[in-house]
């Protein structure tokens, strides 16, 4: 990950303004790389990580995982950094060839047809509400159990049910809790997380060279 003079100036008033509080030092820099790509503060108090999240994220792309998500938008914000990384596959579900199915949107109907195929796979949905309410129902029916789930779409639906059956199922996930969210948000997120599992894996990678 590149960065400007410019970017740690920003970051600094982040933190200047953030202050005290109760992250972790992995969950704050996921927490303020949301921040500081939606200029949005409140999203400090919106995101929550499940226990051991960041630790199960990590180890899934350092394997090499396939990720699911749901639009194209979210596709290409990670692609870039997953290709000077880890190379983890990523398929959309928006543009998963599937038949025709009634009741369900193109992009719900290709997560479940993903899903099937990568029923361990991390999840990365941004934007479709649709896609997020066939994840949960999935995880809800143990026909997948993912590695990680990233819920971000603006939830005007289910309010804080998919967190709850999350917990309930032991799946990692990093929520956001209330109606913001996006693609933007969703990027943000796995972008953070791509850098500090990679951190991670260069210093492992040098103590054992």
């Known amino acids: 990950m590149e960065w400007h003079i410019t970017d740690a100036q920003s970051l600094a008033i982040i933190d200047r303004e953030i202050g005290k509080h109760a992250f972790s030092p992995a969950e704050y820099e996921i927490v303020r790389q949301v ?3 939606t200029a949005d503060f409140e999203y400090a108090q919106l995101i929550r990580f499940s226990e051991q999240a960041l630790q199960a994220g990590a180890a899934a792309l350092a394997a090499r995982s396939t990720i699911v998500v749901d639009v194209p938008m979210v596709r290409v914000g990670i692609t870039e950094n997953l290709q000077s990384t880890f190379a983890n596959p990523v398929y959309c579900s928006a543009e998963t060839l599937t038949r025709p199915q009634k009741g369900k949107t193109q992009t719900s109907w290709g997560i479940e047809t993903l899903a099937r195929r990568y029923p361990e796979a991390i999840f990365l949905v941004g934007q479709s509400q649709t896609a997020l309410s066939s994840v949960v129902t999935l995880v809800k029916k143990e026909i997948i159990r993912p590695a990680l789930v990233v819920l971000t779409p603006a939830n005007f639906l289910t309010g804080t049910i998919p967190q709850r059956l999350l917990e309930e199922a032991d799946i990692p996930y990093i929520c ?34």
């Open 35 to 37: 921040i500081y790509h």
């Open 176 to 209: 956001i809790q209330g109606r913001k969210g996006g693609v933007v948000v969703a990027v943000a997120i796995m972008n953070g997380l791509i850098h500090l599992a990679w951190q991670a894996y260069e210093q492992d990678a040098g103590k054992n060279s």
